[in-house]
């Protein structure tokens, strides 16, 4: 845009347009939209009901409505796009890169995407299509084929006039790709190189020949580690037989980098694909259930438990009374153990080599924390019910507790990875639930022992 963008407080703009949505002031709302960047756009219609958000997006032009889509949450994006016919969607989408626009086809019914590809240019229908064909979480499926490359044996001063070509095609322009003759990727150049070469200068002699090229089937979290690693405003992206085929910005890798957080938390507090502006309780519904259908099912194993050791229950009525505090410890350490380890992998920190190490760490950390944890929980029961016995068999209990939670902890997200499952599904209600199972017999199992000991 060309003037200065400052961030909006929205809570002083939103009463009005509510209040002009209600007196039907069109004009009015569209003055104020007007100036506005399309994320601030986005944000707005964010908090604005069904209706109004159509209301709002019916007021933008093509141009600026392609913005505002692209900037929208799923959720609100799905509601626009249910009021738009097919003409409206083409025109929003010739002004998209191929990567959003791809994104939009995809949210659409398959008969209305067919509509939309018919009534766009020829050459962004062919692109979309070739990039529909690649799994939305690789780096083929978050890719635009929107880049300026020239060959090896041009001029700096061809390469110049090349991206002036291209210049409206291509937004955020930092490097110029560079091909052989058969289009296969051999280097890229900066801008600030071509600038400062003499024009005549062939290409290849200033280009980068040791540069991170992305596959086209590389897992778009493997993608993100890559420009983390690396501190990439951009990469090439080449298929197996090296041709040049798109590029992925630092953008794009933000958004995976908010996507992936937003679906391992999910995971983790065990809500699923539920969206943070998703109004139909519904859909909430059965994004949570299921989580808690697990959580459920596993207390009614602990259930079961508590019931098999009923006589001992009875004859050490005390012991009804530290349960929670077994649980809570062996489910504390688990989440904490396996979120870490979590962590690890997604940000390329631990690698499944690590996992002898990984373990040694964690088994070191849980016997000390065990340890501290025995130690008060012996000086508690002694002081508190005059039971020292107890309160040793309670501390060694929870010892042997924090011990297999941290290790359960651990492995699980390493054994998920393994098997290509996202280990986020380890640190929710399954860690939690499975240590209140492990936990409950392994209390017991030393209890009843000790009762048998005793008798």
Known sequence: ????????????????????????????????????????????????????RRRIFNLLTP?????????????????????LDSQQIAEMVNEMDSDDATDVIA???TEQANEVLGKIKEESSEEIQELMLYPEDT????????????????????????????????????????????????????????ILADPKTKVRDIMEE?????????????????????????????????????????DDVVDVIDEEMDEDLARIAGTGEEYILEDSVLAISRARLPWLLLSFMGEIVSALILSYFQVTIEKVIISAFFIPIVMAMGGSTGQQSSIIVVRGLATGEISLRDTGKRLIREMRVAFLNGFVLALL???????????????????????????????????????????????????????????????LLIYFSLLTAFVKLLS
């Open 210 to 250: 040791d540069i991170v090229v992305i596959e086209n089937d590389m897992d778009q979290e493997e993608v993100a580690r890559l420009f983390r690693k690396y501190d990439l405003v951009v990469a090439p992206v080449v298929n197996k037989r090296h041709k040049l085929i798109g590029r992925i910005t630092v």
């Open 1 to 52: 845009m060309g003037k200065l963008t400052k961030e909006i407080n929205h809570d002083e703009i939103l009463d009005d347009i509510r209040d002009l949505l209600k007196n039907n002031q069109d004009n009015f709302i569209r003055n104020i939209i007007t100036d506005m960047h399309p994320a601030d756009i986005a944000d707005i219609m964010a908090h604005l009901d069904e209706e109004e």
């Open 139 to 194: 780096a083929g499926g978050i890719m635009a084929k929107e880049y300026v490359a020239v060959n090896a044996n041009s001029t700096v001063q061809e390469a110049i006039e090349e991206i002036r070509r291209r210049h409206k095609d291509v937004e955020e322009l930092y490097y110029c790709f560079v091909v052989d003759d058969f289009g296969t990727l051999v280097g890229m150049v900066s801008l600030r190189d071509l």
């Open 377 to 439: 929980i012996f000086t508690i029961i002694t002081l508190w019910q005059k039971e020292p016995m107890f309160g040793a068999l309670l501390g060694i209990a929870l010892i042997v507790v924090v011990l297999n939670a941290s290790l359960i902890g651990a492995l699980a997200p390493i054994f998920f990875k393994k098997i290509n499952v996202d280990p986020a599904l380890a640190t929710g209600p399954f860690i939690a639930t499975f240590n209140d199972v492990i936990g």
């Open 63 to 83: 141009e600026v409505a392609s913005e505002v889509l692209v900037e929208l949450e799923d959720s609100v994006k799905e509601d626009v796009l249910e009021g």
């Open 107 to 109: 949210e659409l019914p």
